[in-house]
Every structure is written in C-alpha cells, then in structure tokens.
C-alpha cells in the first residue's frame, strides 16, 4: 500500500512540472544507454567467457576432428565439462550409460571420469600431461603445452594440444 501512494504521489509532482519529468526522462535515457554498452558490448562478454565456458564447443569439435575416433581426449577443466562433450558430439545416451566411469560412484553427486573416447582431469593451474593424445585445456596453459608440442589450437578460453 505504501509503495502505490508513494508511486501515485510521485507521478503526480511529475504530470506538473513538465522539466523536471523530461528531465528524468533523458537521465533514464542516457544511462540505459551506458548500460546497454556495458553489458552488451566486448568488456564484458570477455569478462563473463570464462564462467560460460566461452570456446569449449569449438576445442571439442577440433580434438574429435584430430582424433578421428583413434585417441583418448583429455578435457582438464572444470565445471562439469563431460555435458559440453556430451552436447558437442550429440552422443546418444545409451552410448554414454554403457561406456561412463565415475570417481565417486553410487554417492548422490556422481562425478564423470570418462566415457567413449573422452576422459576428464581435474583443472589445476598447471600442465603435465602423463601420457601422449589430445588435451583439451585452458589457454592460459597454452604456453606449457607449446613446451611439450608444436600442435596447440586457441579457440577463446581453451586450447588443444595435441601432446606426442
């Protein structure tokens, strides 16, 4: 009840001084604006990238294109990345139930260790691939992995290194 007088009482001061409603009217106008540059413009669909996981779907589809099926895939991020392979490789759900490994199986919250040619390494910050294949990463470790290989492909916030 409160909030509708005082909106009531508010409108009514504006409908009687016309400047100062134009007044507020350009205010409104002009910092919508600013925000509408903010949130739509480069700054922040950079700063926000990571948190979406901005570049995941383009490293999968390029580390499945290099291991034309032959190679384990190691995705070391974090944030559940085996649902972004899941979703990129559109592979069918029976594939997934009859080939998935777990760390933790039979506790509520299940982790994903691997399935089908992918297999999942927890984020850390720093890069020592055990074995030889395909590692997706983040491009902050591009420079490790270049140590290691010639093969590294940036796409936004993940790189693959393809490690021999």
């Known amino acids: 009840m409160p909030l509708i007088l005082l909106t009531s009482v ?27 540059f903010r949130y739509f413009g480069n700054d922040y669909r950079e700063s926000v990238g990571r948190s979406f ?6 490293a999968i589809n390029k580390s499945v294109e290099l291991s034309g099926g032959e190679t384990t895939i190691n995705v070391v991020a974090e944030n ?7 979703f990129y490789t ?11 490994e777990y760390e933790n199986s039979g506790v509520m919250f299940q982790k ?10 927890e984020h850390t910050t720093s890069f020592h691939p055990e074995v030889a294949g395909i590692y997706i990463i983040d491009a902050s470790l591009e420079n490790i992995a270049r140590t290691r290989t010639d093969e590294v492909y940036n796409f936004k916030n993940y790189s693959v290194a393809v490690i021999p």
Not at 13 to 31: E, M, P, W
Not at 90 to 100: G, S
């Open 112 to 121: 994903v260790r691997s399935f089908s040619d992918f297999r999942f390494i």
């Open 80 to 86: 559940m990345p085996y649902i972004y392979a899941l």
């Open 10 to 36: 508010g409108l009514g001061v504006l409908l009687k001084n016309k400047r100062l409603a134009a007044l507020i009217a350009i205010s409104y106008a002009v910092c919508f604006t600013g925000f509408c």
């Open 90 to 100: 559109q592979t069918p759900p029976e594939e997934y139930l009859n080939t998935v």
């Open 53 to 58: 996981c901005d570049g995941i779907g383009d």
